[in-house]
Antibody, heavy 124, light 106 residues
């Protein structure tokens, strides 16, 4: 059974650093991209970025680039989302999701499996 | 970057109704679009991929159509468990982008 299990809720102060995780199991981890999606309180979904565990190729949304770092550790089948200096506006739920390629060639993708979400609260 | 405009932002409906949600891309994306359902406190769930293909295990009440820039999600005979938020997501190229979402309320 494919599973993405995320780390638990975090409460942090502005300026602190944070690294949350997403562990994949039940499939060949290095063969599937893992994406991160943000949901601010009461708001919609926002695509943040995506990483390919096979070679650590990483792509970011222009609005997110430079604010977070996405990485992987293939030895423990885990993807990470990291902040060096949190802001109150980083408060939200963060989901990881597996990119599924349903069609050969360019595009033809979807997020087929999702983690349960990690709530990050940044408050002084 | 391609932007997705989804409408309406919310709608009220009754059990048994037919509901239509639309998404428009800022440029042509072929059929590289998916639809997701999110219930309160839960992770999103893939309903439709490739604009019109039903994900395994998803009720046939859900259907998708469209290509290029205009896409539609239709829910036939709305059921109580369908009251949720719905999002489109294009995967044409990076960065992918979600629509703003549609909340389907009773």
């Amino acid at each position: 059974e494919v599973q993405l299990v995320q780390s638990g809720a975090e409460v942090k102060k502005p300026g602190e650093s944070l690294k949350i995780s997403c562990m994949g199991s039940g499939y060949t981890f290095i063969n599937y991209w893992i994406g991160w999606v943000r949901q601010m309180p009461g708001k919609g979904l926002e695509w943040m970025g995506i990483v390919f565990p096979g070679d650590s190729d990483t792509r970011y949304s222009p609005s997110i680039q430079g604010q977070v770092t996405i990485s992987v550790d293939t030895s423990i089948t885990t993807a990470y989302l990291q902040w060096n200096s949190l802001k109150a506006s980083d408060t939200g739920i963060y989901y990881c999701a597996r990119r599924w390629k349903y069609r050969d060639g360019a595009a033809g993708d979807a997020f087929d499996y999702w983690g349960q979400g990690t709530l990050v609260t940044v408050s002084s | 970057a391609i932007q997705m405009t989804q409408s309406p932002s919310s709608l009220s409906a009754s059990v048994g109704d037919r509901v239509t949600i639309t998404c428009r891309a800022s440029q042509g994306i072929g059929n590289d679009l998916g639809w997701y359902q999110q219930k309160p406190g839960r992770a999103p769930k893939l309903l439709i991929y490739g604009a019109s293909s039903l994900q395994s295990g998803v009720s046939s009440r859900f259907s998708g159509s469209g290509s290029g820039t205009d896409f539609t999600l239709t829910i036939n005979s709305l059921q109580p468990e369908d009251f949720a938020a719905y999002y489109c997501l294009h995967d044409y190229n990076f960065p992918w982008a979600f629509g703003q979402g549609t909340k389907v309320e009773i």
